[in-house]
């Protein structure tokens, strides 16, 4: 079973990190900060426990399941004449379900049905107003209040106990593409605005749930148009971009009232900072890196290009200079120069430009496969690839 929190646990961890400390966005930190770097490390092992702790619930719950088959299906016989009387065993309590969502109750094995919808919409409600007053501390390059980051993660556990009973019948790539699926994150909205006493009326969920097949249905051809020589980085790129259509989609049936409440103009879009956004699902996924100038872009690129050919073949990493360098020569240098600001610097760019940048990632990676001869096995490596650092240009 594949636990879709990662995305929550990115969030908390990022806006803990922005109480603790910010770096100084040259790659160097004061004593008294914790850098990017050493954020990244710590939620990968954060993600690796999580993956650790959804195994063994899976193993308890299938140990659970057998036992109740075995008690329910046990005989009862009549006690013997002369011995101990045989009880019959209690029948079992039906299994209590959640509060019913209002969107897609019996899809995917009734597995929202089983979330605590009051819950998630309670806590995502506050955590909505509070996400906002955390992001404006860092917008302007301050520290925000430890309490407000603190108050962020005692929110996130019940959620996050309500997300552990999610399995993989809800579709998406990675954790985060679960919380981002219509079936889900549509029940997150739906119970939200009943928490601000503004709730979606019966026109606006039957016009959300007409986007969410059409959603589906698309989804479906996505991804049977895949095989193993799809790039994975092409996968998530395709889903960010479907959902983004989703998304856009859905606030257009919403209120401007609805609107404000759920997503403040400052985060909308960013990374780690928009609970009701396709960039969701590049949390954990997408991490940025400063740049000078042009010189500065190739070698910085050619560095992590090299870092990836040189276990394979180690002519690679020096031959692999020559299409870096030109590929970074053809790149759109409006977009490629445009100021970063704080939030940028902080790794909450928007869901459009990790986007973009990707797609040129794409370029580059499948220019090296034919322009360097690379090996099945090399290629294959790349083709795994599904992760992005984002070049935000910061000149001296």
């Not at 109480?19 to 040259?26: I, K």
């Not at 092992?45 to 619930?57: D, I, R, T």
């Not at 985060?176 to 606006?204: C, H, V």
Request: aromatic share 6%; net charge negative.
């Amino acid at each position: 079973m594949k636990i879709p929190v990662v995305l929550l646990i990115a969030l908390v961890a990022g806006l803990l990190g922005f109480a603790v400390g910010r770096s100084t966005g040259d790659g160097k930190d004061s004593d008294s900060t914790v850098s990017t770097e050493q954020l990244a490390e710590k939620l990968q092992q954060a993600n690796l426990k999580v993956e650790e702790l959804s195994a063994l619930v899976t193993t308890r719950e299938g140990q659970i399941r057998k036992l109740e088959a075995e008690v329910a299906s046990a005989a009862v016989s009549e006690a013997p004449f002369d011995g101990p009387t045989r009880l019959a065993p209690t029948p079992a309590e039906p299994e209590e379900e959640g509060t019913s969502p209002p969107f897609f109750a019996d899809r995917f094995d009734g597995a929202v049905r089983k979330l605590d919808w009051t819950v998630i919409g309670t806590n995502v409600s506050e955590m909505a107003k509070l996400i906002p007053e955390i992001i404006a501390y860092v917008a302007e390059g301050k520290s925000p209040p430890m309490d407000k980051a603190t108050r962020i993660g005692q929110l996130n556990r019940p959620v996050l106990m309500e997300a552990l009973k999610l399995g993989e019948e809800v579709p998406g790539t990675g954790v985060n593409g679960k919380f981002t699926n219509p079936a889900f994150i549509l029940n997150t909205l739906a119970a939200t605005l009943e928490q601000f006493k503004l709730p979606l009326s019966d026109a606006q969920q039957e016009r959300l749930s007409a986007l969410a097949e059409i959603h589906f249905r698309e989804d479906r051809q996505r991804l049977a148009g895949y095989d193993d020589q799809t790039w994975e980085l092409t996968k998530l790129l395709e889903e960010v971009e479907l959902k983004s259509r989703f998304f856009d989609g859905c606030f257009e049936v919403l209120t401007a009232e609805q609107t404000e409440e759920l997503v403040s103009p400052l985060v909308k879009n960013r990374i780690r900072a928009d609970l009701f956004s396709e960039a969701l699902v590049y949390a954990g996924r997408v991490d940025v890196f400063p740049f000078t100038d042009q010189t500065d872009l190739t070698a910085k690129v050619h560095g992590r290009i090299a870092r990836l050919l040189t276990g394979a073949d180690e002519t690679l990493g020096e031959r692999s200079l020559a299409p870096v360098t030109r590929w970074v020569q053809q790149l759109p240098t409006k977009e490629l120069y445009a100021e970063a600001n704080a939030l940028d610097r902080e790794g909450m760019i928007t869901s459009d430009r990790a986007t973009k940048w990707g797609h040129q990632v794409v370029g580059l990676l499948k220019s090296l496969v034919t322009e360097l001869s690379l090996s099945p096995e090399t290629a294959a490596g790349l083709r795994g690839l599904a992760g992005l650092a984002v070049p935000l240009s910061t000149p001296d």
